[in-house]
């Protein structure tokens, strides 16, 4: 049995639950795990693992995002002293342009697409350092791993035979891909919230005297 750690490691061991070595299979295995990861990237929470940092200088109005970037926790400008841009709305931010009429430190922050916008626009090269909740990145030759298969591989490995059982056009073993998926995912979400709140409280025993 190949343990998951890169997404050559999870073709192999997709094709050797499902037994299955001829080429046609072989050459769908990368569809299995796209759709796979499309399910992934709609029923997996937020966690404290998805969790990066990136640093990057701010030099213009527009600035590209991390790829793997899925939503903000905070966003600090370097300077001196160092402090937290605010997020608002696109529209928000629009609205407040004409209040700023010339560069300077950012205060405001948004996202449009891909990017990042900043108000004020820079007037120099600022330091900005950004906490965020990653996406899940896509797997590929090229980026052979991300954080959800490293800390949860049967996720993605159960959410990928899901498509391949149903290639195969077997329902039986679908539906228990399926139910396995469920099970892998209500665990995450359960260790999260332990991790995020701490142990449930233990109710006093009751003093009788």
Same mark, same amino acid.
């Given at each position: 049995?190949?343990?998951?750690?890169?997404?050559?490691?999870?073709?192999?061991?997709?094709?050797?639950?499902?037994?299955?070595?001829?080429?046609?299979?072989?050459?769908?295995?990368?569809?299995?795990?796209?759709?796979?990861?499309?399910?992934?990237?709609?029923?997996?929470?937020?966690?404290?693992?998805?969790?990066?940092?990136?640093?990057?200088?701010?030099?213009?109005?527009?600035?590209?995002?991390?790829?793997?970037?899925?939503?903000?926790?905070?966003?600090?400008?370097?300077?001196?002293?160092?402090?937290?841009?605010? &997020?608002?709305?696109?529209? +928000? @931010? /629009? =609205?407040?342009?004409? $209040?700023?009429?010339?560069?300077? !430190?950012?205060?405001?922050?948004?996202?449009?697409?891909?990017?990042?916008?900043?108000?004020?626009?820079?007037?120099?090269?600022?330091?900005?350092?950004?906490?965020? &909740?990653?996406?899940?990145? +896509? @797997? /590929? =030759?090229?980026?052979? $791993?991300?954080?959800?298969?490293? !800390?949860?591989?049967?996720?993605?490995?159960?959410?990928?035979?899901?498509?391949?059982?149903?290639?195969?056009?077997?329902?039986?073993?679908?539906?228990?891909?399926?139910?396995?998926?469920?099970?892998? @995912?209500?665990?995450?979400?359960?260790?999260?919230?332990?991790?995020?709140?701490?142990?449930?409280?233990?109710?006093?025993?009751?003093?009788?005297?």
């Amino acid at each position: 049995m190949t343990a998951i750690t890169t997404y050559a490691t999870l073709q192999t061991r997709i094709a050797e639950d499902c037994n299955r070595t001829d080429s046609a299979f072989t050459t769908a295995v990368p569809g299995f795990i796209q759709t796979g990861e499309a399910e992934l990237r709609r029923r997996v929470g937020k966690t404290r693992h998805a969790i990066g940092r990136a640093t990057a200088t701010i030099n213009n109005e527009y600035e590209l995002t991390p790829t793997d970037y899925g939503s903000p926790l905070s966003f600090e400008l370097q300077s001196d002293p160092k402090y937290a841009l605010t &997020y608002i709305t696109p529209e +928000a @931010l /629009s =609205a407040l342009k004409g $209040t700023y009429s010339s560069s300077g !430190k950012p205060i405001y922050y948004t996202q449009i697409g891909g990017e990042f916008q900043f108000l004020p626009e820079p007037g120099e090269g600022y330091t900005g350092s950004l906490t965020y &909740y990653r996406d899940i990145a +896509a @797997l /590929s =030759a090229s980026n052979t $791993t991300n954080w959800l298969l490293l !800390k949860h591989p049967d996720a993605y490995l159960w959410a990928s035979l899901i498509y391949a059982y149903q290639w195969l056009q077997d329902p039986a073993e679908k539906a228990n891909a399926a139910n396995a998926l469920d099970i892998v @995912l209500a665990s995450i979400e359960t260790r999260n919230l332990s991790e995020a709140y701490g142990a449930s409280l233990q109710s006093r025993p009751t003093l009788v005297v």
